[in-house]
């Protein structure tokens, strides 16, 4: 693996796991505990193979949609968040749901229920088919636009006066959005904002971290499966600042090509990534690479949360315990 050639590797912090991933897979372990496998998880619980691989050979079972899990199985629902009616056919399944939606997920959800009931058209910030924009989009259909880019804000076809507010994918470019939002104001003064931003702490901590490495490393290396989308937004990030970066499931996805010529390689790790996977691509530095971390930290702002309990309704979805 070009022995000799890189010196160094940068190490970001924050990486992998953040508090909503962990509590998601926590939520699946907890279930398997309790309930014994199978237990079902409506799509994957996280965005990463190896996560899904680890708790399908412990028992859980990963389906499309609630119909393909059996009526009045165990199903827990992913941390990306779904749309009412998912709730509404697992009931009619007698289906025992647990809800393992990232807390600052479901803080959108909220947000858009209310800004309908306020009669606010909703321009939603986001990835078209991405699972967490669809369950958002469920909790207000009539109301909710999709907005991906800033083609899309510039196009947006309303009065000018539309009472309208935004919400955001809580997984996106925190310059790319930044971008969006200012088209949207331009063109909608009057447009609300959420209160506290909807991109998570997990995912602009990390977009920070590899900017702060930047000027310092030659190639980034992102661990995180390839539909994850905060994964590939650390790919993006770096790829914008003219740093070659590339996105690999763990250390068999690096192409030596990569290092060739290259001196200082930055590593980081989407926050559905294991730090075991981390681990495993420093375990290659004796004998190949000759590197020393060196880590990279940053201010952090983030928060703690506990696993989820079983839902017995729509609206008994989270009662979080310690």
């Not at 693996?1 to 990486?15: D, I, K, W």
């Not at 926590?26 to 193979?49: C, S």
Request: proline share 4%; aromatic share 4%.
């Amino acid at each position: 693996m070009a022995a000799g050639l890189v010196q160094r590797v940068f190490v970001a912090s924050p990486r992998g796991y953040c508090a909503g991933v962990e509590r998601a897979v926590e939520t699946v372990e907890h279930a398997l505990a309790l309930y014994g496998a199978p237990v079902y998880v409506r799509k994957q619980i996280v965005h990463n193979a190896h996560v899904v691989d680890d708790l399908e050979r412990r028992g859980a079972v990963f389906v499309e949609d609630e119909t393909d899990a059996p009526a009045g199985a165990i199903l827990v629902l992913s941390a990306h968040g779904v749309a009412p009616t998912v709730f509404e056919r697992a009931a009619a399944r007698h289906q025992t749901t647990i809800d393992a939606t990232c807390p600052l997920v479901t803080k959108v959800h909220v947000q858009a229920r209310r800004y309908a009931a306020e009669g606010r058209r909703i321009v939603l910030i986001g990835h078209a088919g991405h699972e967490e924009v669809v369950g958002t989009m469920g909790e207000a259909p009539e109301a909710i636009l999709l907005v991906e880019n800033v083609e899309d804000a510039e196009a947006l076809d309303l009065p000018v006066d539309t009472p309208l507010a935004y919400i955001t994918q809580t997984t996106l470019s925190v310059d790319e959005t930044a971008e969006i939002i200012q088209v949207l104001k331009r063109r909608f003064p009057q447009i609300h904002a959420p209160q506290r931003e909807d991109i998570c702490y997990a995912t602009s901590n990390r977009q920070w971290a590899v900017k702060e490495m930047l000027d310092q490393i030659e190639l980034l290396l992102v661990i995180g499966s390839r539909n994850s989308s905060n994964s590939n937004r650390l790919v993006e990030v770096a790829s914008a600042a003219g740093v070659d970066a590339y996105l690999i499931e763990d250390e068999t996805g690096i192409d030596e090509r990569w290092l060739e010529d290259v001196q200082t390689v930055g590593l980081t790790s989407g926050a559905s990534a294991p730090e075991r996977l981390v681990v495993r691509v420093c375990d290659l530095v004796p004998g190949a690479w000759r590197y020393r971390h060196q880590p990279v930290l940053v201010g952090l702002r983030g928060c703690r949360l506990s696993t989820a309990r079983r839902a017995a309704s729509r609206r008994d979805i989270c009662r979080l315990t310690g």
